[in-house]
C-alpha cells in the first residue's frame, strides 16, 4: 500500500497509490476518485453542473461554467487561477517545489509548482486566458509529520514555491489557506470565482 502525499519523505520520488483524506473516499485509492471522470452536482432547480475532477500531480482547464475539484491535499499545494474576462480557469495539484529536486527524470510536469504553473499557464493561455489580468486562490501545505533533520516542512517549501511561481508569471494571488495539520480538498467555482477548502475536520472555509 503506498504512502498518503502528506506521509512522504521530501527525498521519496516513487510515485505509489496516494490515499484521500476525506472520509467517504478513504478506502480508495485517490485515482479511483480522481480519474478524469464528470460528477453532477447540483446547480438551481432542475440544473446540473458537470466537475472536473483533477488528480494529485494533475491539472485542468476550462472556459465553461465546470467546477474543479481535487482532494488528497496534505502538504501538497491546489492553486486555482481565474481570468474573468476571458472566463477561463484552471486548476493544480502539485506535490513538490522544483523539478530540479527530483530524482528521477520519470515524473509529470505537474508534480512540481515550477512545471506545473508553467504547463497549466500554457493550458491556459491556448484557450484564450491571459495570466497578466488573471488572479490565483490556493490551498493546501499542511505538516502532517515532521521529519528529522529538515529544517523546514514540504509545506512550507511549497508555499515559498507557489508564490514564487505566480509572481513570476504576473498572476495575482488573490486569497490562500495554507498551513496547520490538516488535510484538505477543494472545489473552484468558476462562475462565482469561489474557492471552497474543507478540511478533514469537517470544518469549511470559502476564499
Not at 24 to 33: E, G
Not at 119 to 130: N, T, V, Y
Amino acid at each position: 500500500m503506498g504512502r498518503p502525499d502528506d506521509e512522504r519523505d521530501p527525498s521519496d520520488d516513487d510515485d505509489g497509490p496516494v490515499y484521500a483524506s476525506n472520509a467517504d473516499d478513504s478506502a480508495r485509492p485517490l485515482s479511483a476518485v480522481t480519474d478524469g471522470t464528470s460528477s453532477d452536482v447540483p446547480y438551481g432547480a432542475g440544473r446540473s453542473r458537470e466537475a472536473l475532477l483533477v488528480g494529485i500531480a494533475d491539472f485542468e482547464v476550462t472556459d465553461d461554467a465546470t467546477l474543479l475539484k481535487t482532494s488528497g491535499l496534505g502538504s501538497c499545494i491546489g492553486v486555482a487561477v481565474h481570468d474573468e474576462t476571458a472566463g477561463v480557469s484552471g486548476l493544480l495539484h502539485f506535490m513538490l517545489p522544483a523539478a530540479a529536486d527530483a530524482h528521477s527524470r520519470r515524473h509529470p510536469d505537474a508534480k512540481f509548482a515550477d512545471t506545473g504553473i508553467s504547463a497549466m499557464l500554457s493550458a491556459f493561455r491556448e484557450i484564450g486566458g491571459d495570466p497578466a489580468r488573471s488572479w490565483a486562490k490556493s490551498a493546501g501545505a499542511a505538516t502532517m509529520v515532521d521529519f528529522p533533520g529538515t529544517n523546514r516542512s514540504i509545506g512550507e517549501r511549497n508555499i515559498d514555491a507557489v508564490t514564487r511561481e505566480l509572481e513570476a508569471a504576473g498572476v495575482r494571488i488573490a486569497a490562500t489557506d495554507f498551513g496547520g495539520q490538516c488535510g484538505r480538498s477543494i472545489e473552484f467555482d468558476p462562475v462565482t470565482g469561489t474557492l471552497t477548502v474543507s478540511r478533514a475536520d469537517g470544518s469549511e472555509r470559502m476564499l
